[in-house]
T-cell receptor, first 113, second 114 residues
Framework: DQQVKQNSPSLSVQEGRISILNCDYT??????FLWYKKYPAEGPTFLIS?????DKNEDGRFTVFLNKSAKHLSLHIVPSQPGDSAVYFC????????????FGTGTLLAVQP | DADVTQTPRNRITKTGKRIMLECSQT?????MYWYRQDPGLGLQLIYY???????NKGEISDGYSVSRQAQAKFSLSLESAIPNQTALYFC?????????????FGPGTRLLVL
């Protein structure tokens, strides 16, 4: 059973526009959510996170929104740049198991110049 | 220099062979992890270690073993490799201090079992 789902395997966006990557989860115990970015031939790198006590966290061009009632989070990238082209994974963890990250399957973002 | 390093970066082996993947970190973190990634799937946890004396199984530990030789080193072994262990393997570290944990990943080892 996939507890963290990224239903869009890929997304293509024009440079300068907004990229919106979505993630849904089923486990209501999850209280910490992270986004990782992965380039080919590299390991995932941490991008941004959000605790369940918040509904928004912003870091430069990246903003994560959390809708707990819908069990949905999204990552907004504004403006999108060609260097943002990568696979984006969302991940979640539950209290008492903060080290056990459950990952989604990833979304490949392609930002077209 | 990279904080989390993995060797080898690529490996081809034959069914039945024993192989070891190694991970070293300079971040000073106590917690270390091994994950595998298959095409179209997310990362799945194989084993994790909270310190040198503490080893725990993850979601998919069958067919794998690990060794935590020191705080900075965590090795993954395939005792008798099989083709469905062909995957991308990642090592990661984290620091539990301060509450919520962020994991930091190595560059990965691409393993092909023939």
């Amino acid at each position: 059973d996939q507890q963290v789902k990224q239903n869009s395997p890929s997304l293509s966006v024009q440079e300068g526009r907004i990229s919106i990557l979505n993630c849904d989860y089923t486990n209501s115990m999850f209280d910490y959510f992270l986004w990782y970015k992965k380039y080919p031939a590299e390991g995932p790198t941490f991008l941004i996170s959000i605790s369940s006590i918040k509904d928004k966290n912003e870091d430069g061009r990246f903003t994560v929104f959390l809708n707990k009632s819908a069990k949905h989070l999204s990552l907004h990238i504004v403006p999108s740049q060609p260097g943002d082209s990568a696979v984006y994974f969302c991940a979640a963890s539950a209290p008492g198991a903060t080290n056990k990250l459950i990952f989604g399957t990833g979304t490949l973002l392609a930002v077209q110049p | 220099d990279a904080d989390v390093t993995q060797t080898p970066r690529n490996r081809i082996t034959k069914t039945g062979k024993r192989i070891m993947l190694e991970c070293s970190q300079t971040k000073g973190h106590d917690r270390m992890y091994w994950y595998r990634q298959d095409p179209g799937l997310g990362l799945q946890l194989i084993y994790y270690s909270f310190d040198v004396k503490d080893i725990n199984k993850g979601e998919i530990s069958d067919g794998y073993s690990v060794s935590r030789q020191a705080q900075a080193k965590f090795s993954l072994s395939l005792e008798s490799a099989i083709p469905n262990q062909t995957a991308l393997y990642f090592c990661a570290t984290s620091d539990p201090r301060g509450g919520a944990e962020t994991q930091y990943f190595g560059p990965g080892t691409r393993l092909l079992v023939l």
